[in-house]
């Protein structure tokens, strides 16, 4: 039978930073939730099955927003955790006995990605088992002790800042996660976890700029740019 893959997209977190009431994922941004771009990507891309996750409280209001939309792909709604790892996870256990061998797992608060990103990435799971995407650094960085001092320089060559999807052999990540849950390691991104647990080599792909997280509201000035910047190039290749 046919392995397939999958997508989780993140829905569940409260979006502190950007200090707003309506949570950034669904904050509206060109005239859609920032939520919708995802999900559309995905459902425009080669992947077979979606699972979002949001939280237990808005659980209805997504139930709306979904049926607002008419995605073709079969689309699992769950409940997130409180952290952003324990949401991960409860995306995968809705994976279990779902015949799944690729997963990619993603925040929905990064409306940019395309459906030519997500077709990359499960190109390239066929030869390797786990991949982030991200961009090299432009800014030099600085490594501080407590007191603000400047500790190391780390040659910027070497530093790439990390984004999402974050993809792997579905078996192996779940492993991972399993693991984790039980230990109660604190962790920031999906590779962390892999690399601890399976601790096989994780890959990088170059991704671009563009796939920006909104964190901050001058994020969602910039996403607004790069949409609308968009929307020109398709309608001039019309
Ligand atoms: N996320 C989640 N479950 C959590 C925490 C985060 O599903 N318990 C999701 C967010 O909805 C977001 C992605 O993980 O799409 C990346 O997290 P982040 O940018 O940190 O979002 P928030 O946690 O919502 O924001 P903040 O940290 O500012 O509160
Ligand atoms: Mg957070």
């Given at each position: 039978m046919h392995k397939k893959s999958a997508a989780i997209i993140l829905a569940a977190g409260k979006g502190l930073r950007m200090g707003t009431d309506v949570p950034k994922?669904?904050?509206?941004?060109?005239?859609?939730?920032?939520?919708?771009?995802?999900?559309?990507?995905?459902?425009?891309?080669?992947?077979?099955?979606?699972?979002l996750v949001a939280a237990k409280e808005e659980m209805s209001y997504v139930k709306e927003l979904l049926a607002a939309y008419s995605f073709q792909k079969p689309l699992l709604l769950v409940a997130g955790g409180e952290e952003r790892y324990h949401s991960v996870y409860q995306g995968l256990l809705a994976l279990k006995d779902r015949n799944i061998k690729k997963v990619l797992i993603h925040d929905g608060a990064r409306p940019m990605?395309?459906?030519?990103?997500?077709?990359?990435?499960?190109?390239?799971?066929?030869?390797?088992?786990?991949?982030?995407?991200?961009?090299?650094?432009?800014?030099?960085?600085?490594?501080?002790?407590?007191?603000?001092?400047?500790?190391?320089?780390?040659?910027?060559?070497?530093?790439?800042?990390?984004?999402?999807?974050?993809?792997?052999?579905?078996?192996?990540?779940?492993?991972?996660?399993?693991?984790?849950?039980?230990?109660?390691?604190?962790?920031?991104d999906d590779s962390m976890v892999y690399e601890y647990y399976i601790q096989k080599p994780v890959k990088m792909l170059e991704s671009t700029y563009e796939n920006l997280k909104i964190t901050t509201p001058e994020d969602m000035l910039l996403a607004r740019e790069i949409l609308k910047n968009r929307q020109k190039k398709a309608e001039k290749e019309k």
């Open positions: 994922q669904y904050m509206i941004l060109e005239g859609q939730p920032v939520i919708y771009y995802s999900l559309a990507a995905f459902d425009n891309s080669k992947i077979d099955e979606m699972v990605l395309t459906e030519i990103m997500i077709n990359d990435i499960l190109g390239q799971l066929d030869d390797h088992p786990a991949w982030i995407v991200g961009v090299p650094v432009k800014d030099t960085i600085k490594v501080l002790n407590e007191q603000q001092e400047v500790m190391h320089t780390p040659n910027r060559e070497r530093l790439w800042q990390v984004q999402t999807p974050q993809s792997f052999e579905y078996a192996q990540i779940l492993k991972a996660y399993q693991q984790l849950i039980l230990d109660k390691r604190e962790v920031t």
